[in-house]
């Protein structure tokens, strides 16, 4: 017989909590029972999983402790902050979706394509990356054999990546999450301004690359976009390798990493389309070309569903990945 987890899902009502409950169940993730949370403002809401009613529950400091085994966090930083410790000192694993523990040293910073081997011997608390870090990631781990000495990010967001505050704004042309007209615009802040004139969205990029690929001094800048599309994310890739490549090779080492599905057939206008990798789990890449500008230059354009393999899929791919290593 499978062996079956009590699973929680912290932050049920919002986006990525949504999409979780969905994904868990189309990948029919062994649970032998369902908890859900969010804020006193969704208890009592019922949600339908695998045809049951499950309620909402709040959260306290008392709700997560056995027999829960694994807690999906999503539902902010500072609900992070504050009760992630609270689950791990009751043994639970925590993965956690917010930005809050991605860059502590003690912390596994994972994509499962790529890093699973960490989640052997996991840290108690598991990071879950960026959602445009995911998807870039992900093919540039395909190239780290030709040595990767320099990247350029620029990315066009669409509006769920901002929860369902950003989702509201385009539907109901209103400015109440982003600070200017969504409908209007492509607008080139995506969290807060730091010091250095970069957005913090734009840092993640850059720090979580770093660590995912094992990179601690590799040069990468980025400019994060928002745009008026619902679901999917876009990242133009700009990378310098270390090493000669032919293009052709290039193709079959992007279509070699797990979870990739190279669309790159200008002649027939085929190319990633963000409409297109909506509900999907892949990371679509195509656009592929060299950047003679530079010597072993290279272009990519990186599509992929920013709720699912951004963040509800790959959450629970690492769930799944504890589940096979025996952990719970
Ligand atoms: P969202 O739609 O705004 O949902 C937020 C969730 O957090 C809701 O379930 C909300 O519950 C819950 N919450 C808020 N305050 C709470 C509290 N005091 N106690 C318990 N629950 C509380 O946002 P989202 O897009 O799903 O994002 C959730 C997290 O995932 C964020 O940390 C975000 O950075 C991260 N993330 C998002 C994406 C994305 O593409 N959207 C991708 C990767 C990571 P109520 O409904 O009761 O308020």
């Known amino acids: 017989m499978t062996h079956k987890i009590h699973l ?3 932050g049920a009502s919002g986006v990525v909590g949504s999409k979780m409950i969905e994904v868990l169940e189309e990948r029919q993730f062994p649970i032998e029972k369902l908890y859900l949370f969010a804020s006193k ?17 709040e959260l306290t400091e008392d709700s997560l402790k056995a027999p829960i085994q694994i807690a999906l966090f999503s539902a902010g930083g500072s609900i992070s902050e504050k009760f992630a410790p609270i689950a791990a000192a009751e043994g639970i694993y925590v993965v956690d979706n917010s930005s809050f523990w991605r860059m502590n040293p003690e912390i596994d910073l994972i994509v499962p394509e790529i890093n699973h081997d960490q989640l052997k011997h996991p840290s108690q608390i598991i990071a879950n990356p960026n959602c445009s870090t995911i998807q870039s990631v992900l ?8 040595g ?5 990010y620029n990315t066009y967001q669409a509006v769920s990546g901002a929860g369902q505050a950003g989702i509201n704004d385009l539907v109901n042309k209103t400015t109440d999450n982003f600070p200017y007209s969504i409908n209007d ?8 301004f730091l010091e250095d004139g970069y957005t913090k969205e734009e840092n993640k990029m850059i720090e979580e690359t ?14 994060a976009v928002r745009v008026p599309i619902h679901t999917s994310h876009a990242v133009s890739i700009n990378v310098e390798l270390e090493q000669p490549f032919d293009l052709d090779t290039i193709r079959q080492d992007l279509s070699n990493v797990e979870n990739v599905v190279i669309v790159d057939n200008p002649s027939q206008l085929e190319y990633p ?20 500008s530079v010597e072993n230059g290279l272009n990519l354009w990186v599509v992929s569903d920013n709720l699912r393999k951004g963040a509800a899929t790959n959450t629970i791919q690492i769930a799944e990945e504890l589940v096979k290593n025996g952990l719970v």
């Open 8 to 10: 929680a899902i912290v």
């Open 41 to 57: 403002r969704s208890a009592g809401k019922t949600v339908t999983f695998k045809g049951e009613d499950i309620e909402i529950q």
């Open 139 to 146: 093919p540039l781990s395909g190239l780290t054999k030709y």
């Open 148 to 152: 990767i000495k320099r990247v350029v």
């Open 185 to 192: 615009n492509v607008i080139p802040q995506i969290d807060v």
């Open 210 to 223: 770093r660590k995912i690929l094992g990179i601690p001094n590799l040069p990468i800048t980025a400019t």
């Open 273 to 292: 389309l963000q409409s297109k990798a909506v509900n999907r789990d892949e990371v679509f890449v195509g656009r592929i070309r060299r950047d003679a």
